[in-house]
C-alpha cells in the first residue's frame, strides 16, 4: 500500500480529529495549575528492582518511520552505554518501545500505555508536532516526562516536556538568514498539511515582510502524499529564488523526483529543507538532492572528538553504511542529559529532576549543549549543510556558539502577533 492510498488519507483525517478533540479536552476538562499542568495525581514510577524502565515512542511503520526508525536505534544505542557504564543511580535502563505508527491516537494511546502499565520514568520519542501535540495533555495529566528531539515550530512550551531538537530561532531563522545573505529575496513555500509546516510558514512570512522579501506561493500536501507533479509545476512557473521545504517523512522522495523531472536544479532554484537528515537523503537519493540546502545543529561531518566516538559506534552497531542524522544525535544526546538530571536529583521523580535541570550540560556529537531550565528547552548552536554527491551533508554556515532557545520569538519584534 503506498503511504498516498485512500486508507492513509483517512487515518490522517481521522487523527487530525482525534488530536483536535485531545487539545480541546486538555483546554477546558481537566482542572490545570498556573504552569498549564493537570492537577491530577503524577503517575506511579516502578523503582522497586535494579532497573528502571523508560519509554521509546516512535513511528516504526507508517509514512514517518523512514525518519524515525532511526532515532529509536539512537536511543538504544545511548541506553546501552549507560547500562555498560554502570546505569542511573545504580539502576540500568531497561527500555520499553511502542509503535506510534504515524497515527497521532495511537500515540496518545501507547503514551498513556507507557506512564500508566509500564510506569515508565521518562519517556523519548515523537517526531511530527501533531504527534507531540496529541501527547501533549497525556505527559501533562500524569505529571510524566517526555524528551522531544526534533526540530519543530516553537511557540510551545510545557512543564512535562524538554525540547531537545532545535527551536525556530536555532533553524527557521538562521535558514531565511543564511537565504537572504545570499540574495534569495522570492521565496516559494512547500509544506506537509499539518501543525509544524502551518506554524513554521506563518513564521517565515513574518519574517520576510520584515527582511524585504517575497513569498511567491504557498503549497501543503497531505503527510505521505506521492503526489507533487502540479505543485513542482507551480513552483517552476514561479521563477522563485529558492523553496524553503517543510515536508515531513516519505513525501521528500516523490517531491524531490518531481523536482527534478521540471528541470528544476540545486543552482536554478534552491530548496532549504528543515527535515530531510542524511537518512532521508539516502532514502531519497543524493542524485535528486546534490547541491540542496539544509538547516539543522549536527551533521554526521560534524567535527570534534565527541561526534567521531557516536559515528563510530552507530555504525559499529548498525551497519557501516547507516548515518546518523540531527534528530538521531538530539535523541541520543536527550538520553543522557535526562541521566544527568536524574544524577543532580538522586531522585528519578519528575517534580526533582525538572528542579534539576537548569544548566545542565552535555558534550554532545553536536558540541556542547546545554538545558535552558525556564524554558525546557536547550542551547544549540545552528548550521546550514549543502548536501554532497556522496548523500553526507557538509556545513556551509555556523552561529559560532550556542544560540539561546527562544521558543516564542521574544527577541524579534516582527514576531509579536505569532504566538
Not at 515523537?126 to 500524569?142: D, G
Not at 518531481?258 to 536554478?268: F, H, I, N, V
Not at 538530539?330 to 525538572?354: C, H, I, N, Q, R
Request: proline share 4%; hydrophobic share 40%; aromatic share 10%.
Amino acid at each position: 500500500m503506498s503511504s498516498g492510498s485512500p486508507i492513509l488519507r483517512r487515518r490522517f483525517l481521522a487523527g487530525g480529529a482525534a488530536l483536535a478533540a485531545v487539545v480541546a479536552l486538555s483546554a477546558c476538562g481537566a482542572k490545570t495549575d498556573a504552569a498549564g499542568s493537570s492537577s491530577d495525581k503524577a503517575a506511579k514510577i516502578d523503582v522497586s528492582g535494579d532497573t528502571v524502565k523508560v519509554g521509546l515512542l516512535n513511528s516504526l511503520s507508517g509514512t514517518m518511520a523512514i525518519s524515525e526508525v532511526t532515532v529509536r536505534n539512537s536511543l538504544l544505542l545511548a541506553i546501552d552505554e549507560i547500562n555498560a557504564s554502570g546505569g542511573v543511580l545504580g539502576k540500568k535502563i531497561k527500555p520499553i518501545s511502542e509503535d506510534g505508527a504515524s497515527d497521532w491516537p495511537t500515540f496518545a494511546e501507547k503514551a498513556t500505555k507507557l506512564i500508566k502499565e509500564d510506569e515508565v520514568a521518562a519517556t523519548f520519542g515523537c517526531w511530527t508536532s501533531a504527534s507531540r501535540k496529541a501527547v501533549k495533555p497525556v505527559f501533562e495529566k500524569n505529571k510524566s516526562l517526555l524528551f522531544y528531539p526534533v526540530q519543530y515550530e516553537g511557540l510551545e512550551e510545557s512543564p512535562y516536556i524538554f525540547y531537545t531538537g532545535a527551536t525556530t530561532n536555532q533553524q527557521i531563522i538562521p535558514a531565511l538568514d543564511y537565504l537572504k545573505s545570499q540574495g534569495k529575496k522570492k521565496l516559494y513555500l512547500v509544506g506537509s498539511d499539518y501543525v509544524f509546516p502551518r506554524t513554521a510558514n506563518k513564521e517565515i512570512k513574518a519574517y520576510a515582510k520584515a527582511n524585504g522579501m517575497t513569498i511567491l506561493g504557498e503549497d501543503y500536501a497531505p503527510l505521505g502524499s506521492t503526489e507533487f507533479s502540479t505543485i513542482a509545476n507551480k513552483v517552476k512557473a514561479s521563477k522563485a529564488d529558492a523553496v524553503f521545504n517543510t515536508l515531513n517523512g516519505d513525501s521528500n522522495v516523490a517531491f524531490f523526483k518531481e523536482y527534478k523531472s521540471a528541470g528544476l536544479t540545486a543552482k536554478s532554484m534552491p530548496v532549504v529543507s528543515v527535515s530531510i537528515a542524511e537518512e532521508e537523503v539516502k532514502s531519497i537519493g543524493s542524485q535528486y538532492l546534490a547541491g540542496q540546502l539544509t538547516a539543522w545543529n549536527y551533521y554526521q561531518t560534524t567535527p570534534g572528538a565527541a561526534n567521531t566516538k557516536f559515528v563510530k559506534a552507530y555504525k559499529a552497531k548498525y551497519g557501516a553504511d547507516k548515518p546518523t542524522s540531527d534528530p538521531m544525535e538530539a535523541a541520543y544526546t536527550s538520553v543522557y542529559l535526562w541521566k544527568a538530571m536524574v544524577e543532580k536529583a538522586k531522585s528519578f521523580d519528575p517534580e526533582k529532576v525538572k528542579a534539576a535541570s537548569d544548566g545542565i550540560t552535555f558534550d554532545a556529537p553536536e558540541g556542547k549543549v546545554t538545558v535552558d531550565g525556564a524554558s525546557q528547552h536547550i542551547y544549540k548552536t545552528a548550521r546550514i549543510g549543502k548536501i554532497g554527491s556522496d548523500g553526507l551533508i557538509n556545513e556551509v554556515w555556523n552561529s559560532g556558539k550556542p544560540v539561546k532557545p527562544d521558543p516564542f520569538l521574544k527577541g524579534y519584534s516582527w514576531a509579536s502577533g505569532l504566538s
